[in-house]
């Protein structure tokens, strides 16, 4: 149970991001953001690492997938949902990231022989289908205007991403911690990002709500949420972490009406049980059927 209680506090961090988010790409590039964002977090995590681990540096063998960590989580993803946030609204953006667990789920099954029962498969089609309600605030004939557009092919791009992401933090943590596969991803992205990133390099208006929010970015949205994440993704498994994606966009709608005084309807209330209750069937099915496996799981780490 704390491990599904840590990943929906993952999904609260990152739900921010998508806040904070559309503001940011109004002051720099995507690549600069991504950037800035994980070389701040990196210097945080040292001696999180440090201390957590007692050494630093990682074995040889977990140099691949970190690698593939830095290029497909910390860049990829990274860099297209901001890309995304330029050509369409968060609400889009929202919706598109709804994807996130089949994506997981396809990946996991291609890569890792993850299998999903029928009930499993149940609860991510009752929880995708709250999050319509929310995103749409219960108005689905929206979806028949929805429109492909450069912005949401891009966050389809990202969402693969995530995808092949949560993988290769499989293989990763049977090498290194939680703490260490999230700073050493971190480190080989900003490294792979940094050529492409400084002859670039421009900022609008550095003032103290950009700092902020590069900071809650940083700290919040990635020391804090990825360290749960992998934790997540080492303990219960890829599939499993992933329909916790589906708070996304409840939380964003939550921050919105907090933050940016947007309106709560009844209908995204109703949306937010419905996904409750399709992460609930997913859940108790894995848990009751698969207890025996968190075991190996373990070993793995």
Not at 128 to 156: C, P, R, S, Y
Not at 250 to 258: C, E, K, P, V, W
Request: cysteine-free; proline content about 4%; charged content about 10%.
């Amino acid at each position: 149970m704390k491990y599904y209680l840590l990943l929906v506090l993952t999904s609260l961090m990152w739900a921010g991001n998508f806040v904070t988010g559309k503001f940011l790409v109004g002051h720099t590039s995507a690549l600069t953001i991504t950037d800035l964002r994980w070389a701040i977090a990196d210097v945080l995590l040292f001696p999180v690492v440090w201390v957590a681990d007692r050494k630093l540096l990682p074995p040889l063998r977990a140099l691949l997938p970190l690698a593939l960590m830095g290029l497909t989580g910390v860049i990829a993803f990274n860099l297209f949902t901001y890309l995304a946030l330029q050509h369409t609204t968060p609400d889009n953006v929202g919706l598109i990231s709804a994807l996130n667990p089949v994506a997981i789920a396809i990946a996991s099954f291609i890569f890792l022989q993850e299998r999903l029962r029928i009930r499993q498969i149940s609860g991510m089609l009752v929880s995708l289908f709250g999050v319509i309600v929310v995103v749409t605030k219960g108005h689905l004939t929206a979806l028949a205007h929805f429109q492909v557009n450069t912005g949401v092919g891009l966050m389809l791009v990202a969402v693969g991403s995530w995808g092949l992401y949560a993988v290769a933090g499989r293989f990763a943590m049977k090498h290194v911690s939680a703490y260490g596969a999230t700073l050493w991803a971190g480190v080989l992205g900003v490294i792979f990002m940094l050529p492409f990133d400084l002859p670039r390099l421009s900022f609008h208006q550095l003032n103290v709500p950009f700092w902020s929010s590069i900071f809650y970015t940083a700290i919040g949205g990635t020391v804090v949420a990825m360290i749960v994440w992998n934790i997540g993704i080492q303990r219960v498994g890829g599939t499993q972490s992933g329909i916790f994606l589906n708070f996304n966009p409840i939380f964003t709608a939550g921050l919105a009406y907090l933050l940016m005084g947007e309106t709560i309807h009844i209908s995204q209330v109703v949306g937010t049980l419905i996904v409750i209750a399709g992460v609930s069937l997913f859940a108790i099915q894995r848990r009751q059927k698969q207890k025996p496996d968190r075991v190996s799981v373990r070993q793995l780490a």
